[in-house]
């Protein structure tokens, strides 16, 4: 089982609702290498598949998966596992996010390229303590298939699921 750790900021049933999330789709996948991205704040739908901006205006989205443009002054923390006899071990990872254009990323230089070894992305939000909004997002890829979906929560009295994209509401509640 992979353990989130907490910050000072982060709601801790927001912490649980991502671990169990997260495990919940190892287990079922088991996949060979997982890459853990916490992002500094909730952040939407409109992510998942996101390339970058054409002409630095109009948004473009792909269905060929690529790492999504985050600014790497919002990776909080990024982790990744490797799966060694059955088990998960951390390893040193090099940033995942990084300083480029956009043309950079929408013309494949950043996209995620399918190989027999099946493999996780997964970035969730922080800072949910105060902004009481949680986002998390998945992309799977495996030798033939490719799969992302997104998940944001908001926090009333419990963290509830307030849109789902790639994934239906039942779907998550039972990785939940």
């Known amino acids: ?27 079922s996948s088991e996949p060979d290498e997982i890459y853990i991205v916490k992002i500094d704040h909730w952040f939407d739908f409109k992510w998942r598949e996101f390339a970058g901006k054409l002409v ?32 998960y071990e951390k390893q040193d990872i090099s940033n995942l996010h990084i300083y480029q254009s956009s043309r950079n990323n929408i013309t494949g230089k950043r996209k995620l390229i399918s ?6 992305y997964f970035w969730f939000s922080g800072n949910t303590k105060v902004a009481l909004r949680g986002s998390i997002m998945l992309y799977q890829i495996e030798k033939e298939n490719e799969y992302s979906w997104y998940v944001s929560f908001l926090k009333k009295e419990n963290w509830q699921i307030y849109k789902t994209d790639g994934i239906s509401r039942n779907e998550i509640l039972a990785f939940i």
């Open 56 to 87: 630095g205006t109009v948004g473009f989205w792909n269905k060929e998966l690529r790492i999504p443009p985050f600014v790497p002054d919002r990776v909080s923390e990024q982790l990744y596992f490797d799966k060694v006899n059955g088990t």
């Open 115 to 120: 190989t027999s070894n099946p493999r996780f």
């Open 1 to 27: 089982m992979i353990e989130i750790q907490p910050t000072e900021n982060d709601d801790i049933d927001f912490i649980k609702i991502v671990e169990r999330t997260l495990n919940s789709f190892i287990q």
